[in-house]
């Protein structure tokens, strides 16, 4: 009598990329402080380079660039003090981890900024290369402080809580807000100023946009 013949069961293969996929581990305290100490040194270096040359940016950022222009208080303690307000929210919606590290990090801008201005002096760059590389900056430093838990607060908050109460997408929110400023600081600066202001902020966007997308990275 013959043997009785088995069917072998299929062997699927895994999902693609699934063979090298790590678990994913938060990041460390150390690399936490390392992480925001990095990422808001890299941001008010960019902020110091479009406030040498007048240049704008979008953001609560570059409403403080404009008030700075008009009114006679330093920058970082202009930064800190506006952006206190939105710790409020930030409890509210994201917790209060979020909005601690959020808060250590807008007094670490605030701290660098004028460290910037005192070590470099009067810096005289070319309006298109100050505009480009400070909101390039800019944009890189942020994307290193998000990786962390952590914001700048500011508008940021507001585009959260709009698209969480009111359904309107938070990017569309932060691209209006960026509009009004960018269009106000015609009131300040020569119109020349604000075309290039719009030019950078493109950058400072575009950066985000292509690099800051959930669950692209492990432990995002």
């Known amino acids: ?9 299929p062997v699927t293969a895994p999902p693609r990329g699934a063979e ?23 941001v008010s270096l960019g902020l110091d380079l479009l406030k040498s040359s007048q240049i704008v940016t979008g953001g609560t950022a570059g409403l403080l660039l404009l008030l700075s222009y008009g009114l006679p208080v330093p920058f970082g303690l202009l930064f800190f003090a506006v952006n206190l307000p939105f710790m409020v929210l930030a409890v509210a919606k994201k917790g209060w981890p979020f909005a601690v590290r959020s808060l250590i990090s807008i007094a670490l801008v605030s701290a660098f900024t004028p460290l910037h201005a005192q070590l470099f002096g009067g810096l005289h760059l070319p309006a298109v290369y100050a505009a480009v590389c400070g909101n390039v900056l800019t944009g890189i430093g942020l994307l290193i402080v998000f990786r962390h838990n952590s ?21 569309y929110v932060q691209m209006g807000l960026d509009v009004l400023v960018i269009a106000a600081a015609i009131t300040v600066v020569p ?17 985000l946009a292509l690099n800051h997308r959930p669950g692209r990275y492990l432990g995002a």
């Open 20 to 42: 090298t996929r790590q678990p994913v581990l938060p990041h460390s305290r150390t690399e936490d402080v390392l992480g925001l100490l990095t990422g808001t040194f890299v």
């Open 191 to 207: 119109p020349t100023a604000v075309l290039v202001s719009a030019f950078g902020a493109i950058f400072l966007n575009g950066v």
């Open 151 to 171: 914001s700048l607060g500011g508008f940021n908050v507001v585009a959260l809580v709009a698209q969480e109460r009111l359904g309107w997408r938070a990017g």
């Open 1 to 9: 009598m013959p043997a009785p013949t088995t069917t072998p069961t």
